[in-house]
């Protein structure tokens, strides 16, 4: 019989900046975790609807992907995973409550996204397949750049 191997956690990353979108997808891959990028909300809401996510990773300061929207209906799905949302530092202030009213589990500064993607991610979509550990995520969510 033949042996079956585990799935990777699969991450989302939804971001219309196609360099900063593929240094994050290759980061990602190295560690371990198969990718999806889009560019497109819809596109988005598919590929959660289809397969089990560990995690999303979303640029919340691009206006055309609707975040808040988009977010609020990642969350309605089945089963909805975590979502790590990133944009310029000087806006979170702005963002941050209606950020967690639309579901977002934690909101990060760009730079922190950039320099501490791999222990974000760890903590958020552990490779075991263990549960979220967001607190623990947190205290690498710094919001100065």
Do not use: W
């Amino acid at each position: 019989m033949a042996e079956t191997l585990p799935m990777k956690p699969r991450i989302l990353v939804i971001d219309e900046d196609l360099l900063f979108s593929v240094r994050v997808e290759t980061t990602l891959q190295k560690s371990g975790y198969d990718v999806y990028v889009t560019s497109s909300p819809e596109e988005a809401l598919e590929v959660a609807r289809e397969n089990p996510l560990s995690l999303v990773i979303f640029n919340y300061g691009r206006e055309a992907l609707k975040p808040m929207e988009t977010t609020t209906r990642l969350k309605a799905l089945y089963q909805p995973a975590p979502v790590l949302g990133f944009l310029s530092h000087k806006l979170i202030p702005g963002v941050r409550e209606a950020a967690r009213e639309a579901g977002c589990d934690l909101l990060v500064a760009n730079s922190a996204l950039v320099l501490r993607l791999a222990k974000l991610v760890e903590k958020l979509a552990p490779l075991d397949g263990s549960v979220s550990q967001i607190v623990e995520a947190e205290e690498f969510a710094d919001e100065e750049e």
